[in-house]
């Protein structure tokens, strides 16, 4: 059972092939199986047999949508009432969420089943899930390589089928680059189609929560429900959720494929370089026509983001002073300690070096030199793809310059691990949804494609994907021992 | 762009984080390498260029000043490290 989809998997219970206990009791079992690596958190065992239970009853009254029994696991940065929500951090190790967050409730009302909470680089920060307080995310690739990061936790469980479905956020890739390591389908949505409400901050203008799975088909099931206005979340934008499995076959005769040059340059690894170009050349033979783009200001990405991304973590992450919540220190003397110790204390060496520049960035005598400056540049990104954009339909390239690196090979350097996220951030900072899928494989490691659209063109981006998965079968390769 | 310990100590005493003696020159090291590598931002002329602070230039939304909120004091305390009466007990602040 667990090499099928949602979307098979929902047939299958419809049918009354099998029970949503039996494939959320067989998917418990894996997880236990496969714990050395070391996706999950926190596994909601009795939880997930209780929602599995009502699934059922509402199949058999015929009330049953296409996630109704399906066991999804989500990435413990969604608040999950009465459960432990970490954040990947020790600072809550010790929080149970009072609420659901959005995203959590509509797959609740789905009757969709959660198995648990995921792995994730601490407070969403890094892109090898190294900097967990729980500890890393193995590959299920190659158990010596990182699974990528932050969603490393989504992201394996749904290579190793441990689970059906994840749930992923993307601040600056962290959907995308571990749904190319681990060899699945990752879409981060437009900034604002997805509720952040319970979400756990990091940066919030960047912030964008979405599906990770195995097909397309499956992320046009999962977007449909987690998509769409929430009064609770001010940054929710109010715009109908359209029908994203509907145009899923569509044909891509005369689709405007851009790529853009400063994609391709030096920083690519020829073998990977090589996949892409292959990939697209299968939309060429589905009838797409190719063009080069220039996005001149791309390059400066990184650097405005290792600005606005640590000011806004530096602001967020001041809630926890270890007074309403979260870790507080042994005896403090007095309010300055109390506050000074529990975040020393709480807070893992990434997370503090990021709230460091953050704050440094904010500070009196520095604010136009670095964060002004940084949003200023952020417009000339995001008017380099509006440019682009009203030229072609979709824009293509890598998402990461490399396959998956080995654990520890980049942890105790923290610019050559910023460097890796350096075609996934631009999208981050337009606000754009982009996706990765499984293209091939350098290394006997998985090689994602990245593909681009306009503003809450989900759909478009669905269908240009999932008609590649047509003509292909790299998503359904399994690593080995996962069968 | 090199910041020095004394900086470091600055910043975190601002940022209210409490970072180990010994990591310290670390820390000044790593912070002075991320500054470098914003530093390429300096070279870019956008004196005409208006800052973007959000992806959708969105306004806040406005809604009707009516309460939605309940009093859930007792559920959230119940995460608080130490209560007491209803209310967050801290260290003493005034002598």
């Known amino acids: 059972m667990h090499n099928q989809t949602i979307a098979e998997l929902a047939k299958g219970l419809q049918a009354g092939e ?48 296409p996630l109704t029994g399906i066991p999804l696991a989500h990435k413990d940065i969604f608040c999950t009432q009465g459960i432990k929500t970490s954040c990947g951090s020790k600072m809550l190790d010790n929080f149970q969420a009072p609420y659901n967050a959005t995203v959590i409730e509509r797959f609740n009302q789905a009757g969709a089943v959660t198995l648990g909470k995921l792995n994730m680089d ?16 193995k590959n299920p690739w190659d158990h010596s390589a990182v699974p990528g990061g932050s969603s490393g936790g989504s992201a394996c469980a749904v290579a190793a089928r441990l689970a059906v479905g994840a749930t992923g956020t993307d601040t600056g890739g962290s959907i995308r680059q ?47 429900t987690m998509a769409g206005f929430d009064s609770r979340d001010s940054t929710s934008v109010d715009k109908p959720v359209p029908d994203y499995s509907k145009g899923l076959n569509d044909s891509l005769a005369g689709l405007k494929i851009g790529l853009p040059k400063e994609f391709f340059g030096d920083n690519l690894n020829t073998q990977m370089a090589q996949v892409v170009e292959e990939a697209i050349a299968e939309y060429t033979r589905l009838g797409a026509e190719v063009v080069e783009v220039s996005m001149p200001n791309i390059n400066l990405s990184i650097p405005a983001y290792y600005i606005i991304a640590p000011a806004e973590c530096s602001a967020n992450l001041s809630r926890f002073d270890g007074v309403r919540y979260g870790h507080r220190c042994e005896a403090p003397e007095d309010l300055n300690d109390l506050y000074t110790r529990s975040r020393g204390e709480g807070f893992g060496s990434e997370v503090k070096r ?13 604010y136009d030199a670095y964060y002004l400056q940084a949003q200023k540049i952020r417009r000339l ?39 890796s996220d350096m075609y996934t951030i631009a999208v981050n900072l337009a606000g754009l949804p982009a996706l990765s899928i499984p293209a091939g494989f350098v290394d006997q490691k998985p090689v994602g494609l990245q593909i681009i659209g306009n503003y809450f063109e989900e759909a478009r981006l669905l269908n240009v994907a999932h008609r590649y998965q047509q003509e292909t079968d790299w998503h359904q390769q399994a690593p080995a021992g996962i069968e | 762009m090199a910041l020095t310990t004394e900086e470091v100590n600055k910043i975190a005493y601002l940022a209210r984080l409490g970072i180990d003696e010994q990591d310290v020159d670390s820390y000044a090291k790593e912070l002075s390498g991320i500054l470098n590598l914003v530093e390429q931002m300096s070279s870019v002329n956008t004196e005409q260029v208006t800052p973007m602070a959000h992806p959708m230039d969105q306004v806040q939304r406005l809604r009707v000043d009516e309460v939605t909120e309940g009093d859930q004091r007792e559920l959230f305390q119940a995460q608080a490290p130490d209560v007491e009466a209803g209310l967050y007990l801290v260290p003493k602040v005034i002598d």
């Open chain 1, 354 to 366: 990021r709230i460091l520049i953050g704050t440094y960035a904010l500070s009196t005598g520095y």
């Open chain 1, 18 to 65: 099998f029970s949503s206990q039996e494939l959320t009791t067989a998917h418990l079992a894996r997880i236990k199986q496969h714990s050395a690596l070391n996706c999950f958190i926190t596994v909601t065992e009795v939880e997930a047999l209780a929602q599995a239970k009502i699934a059922d009853q509402l199949i058999s009254d015929g009330k049953a949508g």
């Open chain 1, 381 to 419: 990104i995001s008017d380099d793809f509006k440019k682009v954009l009203s030229e072609v339909d979709v824009l293509m390239g890598p998402v990461t310059p490399t396959p998956a690196f080995g654990l520890g090979e980049k942890s105790g350097d923290p610019i050559e691990m910023y460097l």
């Open chain 1, 178 to 224: 571990p749904a190319a390591f681990c060899g699945i389908t990752g879409l981060k949505p437009t900034y604002g189609r997805v509720s952040r409400y319970g979400m756990i901050a990091f940066a919030s203008s960047l912030d964008q929560g979405g599906p990770m799975t195995r097909t397309v088909e499956d992320a046009a099931l999962m977007l449909q």
């Open chain 1, 122 to 137: 601490e407070f969403a920060m890094g892109s090898s899930n190294e900097t967990s307080f729980f500890g890393p995310v």
